[in-house]
């Protein structure tokens, strides 16, 4: 076989990335960083202390072709913490003629006092695209997690709408081995539902922000959080969005739905900042990554 025939019959990537996150003294450290195929990480800042390391997952192909699949994998080990991002929006291209589909599996493990912050750029599902985005969180009760994804229906600036293809999105939530959440997407471009008043009205961005913490279910915090929702509440009013904040055990989830993915990004960026200083007792300090 040649070099070149090798080549046409691997159009496509089969890659996993997986990270362990150990404490060690007042330090949380890197200690396994296992890598295949076109993922990696850039070494871990300590743009704010050394407990809670940033960590930018690389992707060079810069999107997802037919056939990819991309496993992500991040534990985060009793009291250590990490915030992992993006360093640009990832993307699900067409697949006009071919009939694999595209995986992207994230799998988040957080032991006991840990704390993870998963806050990556947004996600571009071109035409024709046949996505698929799954992610699995198994937490300790005692632990702390903010996790956001956001999604962008067709190249908007482009003028190319998502009117083929299809993308599935599933998310489940563990605490203690108990599933807490649990929620499938399954979304064709063709369907009804995205022009239908109770599902996506012709809106082509949406997006959804988990966070957990013990701490949501204490009474002192109710009125911040209720404090947060009125807000919410007050921004999108009269505006062409959708933003809301619920409420699950110790589980808030916040969801959008509109026409600007940046703006999106901004709003969950809004109730991160709100809520890390309750849940972590330090303000939120934002990526340098994404002033780039």
């Not at 969801?255 to 960026?269: I, P, V």
């Amino acid at each position: 076989m040649t070099i070149a025939t090798k080549i046409i019959q691997n159009k496509y990537w089969k890659a996993s990335l997986s990270l362990c996150l150990t404490r060690k003294l007042s330090k949380s450290v890197l200690t396994k960083c296992h890598h295949n195929g076109p993922l990696r990480i850039q070494r871990p800042f300590y743009p704010e202390s050394d407990l809670c390391p940033h960590l930018y997952i690389l992707h060079p192909p810069g999107g997802f072709v037919a056939g990819d699949d991309v496993q992500i994998n991040v534990h985060a080990q009793n009291n250590a913490q990490c915030l992992l991002t993006t360093p640009a929006a990832g993307k699900f291209y067409g697949a006009k003629t071919l009939e694999q589909t595209q995986l992207q599996k994230t799998t988040l493990i957080l032991d006991e006092q840990s704390c993870i912050e998963y806050l990556p750029q947004e996600t571009i599902v071109f035409d024709s695209a046949k996505a698929n985005n799954f992610c699995d969180i198994h937490l300790h009760k005692s632990a702390t997690l903010f996790y956001w994804d956001t999604f962008c229906l067709g190249r908007l600036k482009s003028g190319e709408h998502f009117s083929t293809g299809y993308i599935n999105q599933n998310v489940r939530i563990f605490c203690d081995d108990q599933l807490i959440h649990i929620e499938r997407n399954q979304l064709n471009a063709q369907s009804e539902l995205f022009k239908s008043p109770a599902g996506f009205s012709n809106y082509p961005v949406f997006g959804t922000f988990y966070a957990y913490s013990e701490i949501f279910l204490n009474k002192e915090n109710s009125v911040l959080i209720e404090n947060l929702e009125k807000k919410l509440f007050e921004i999108q009013k009269n505006e062409d969005f959708y933003i809301a904040l619920t409420q699950k055990n110790g589980l808030l989830i916040a969801r959008y739905l509109g026409n600007n993915a940046a703006h999106a990004q901004t709003l969950f960026k809004q109730v991160w900042e709100t809520l890390r200083p309750i849940a972590k007792n330090t303000p939120a300090c934002p990526p340098r990554i994404w002033n780039t």
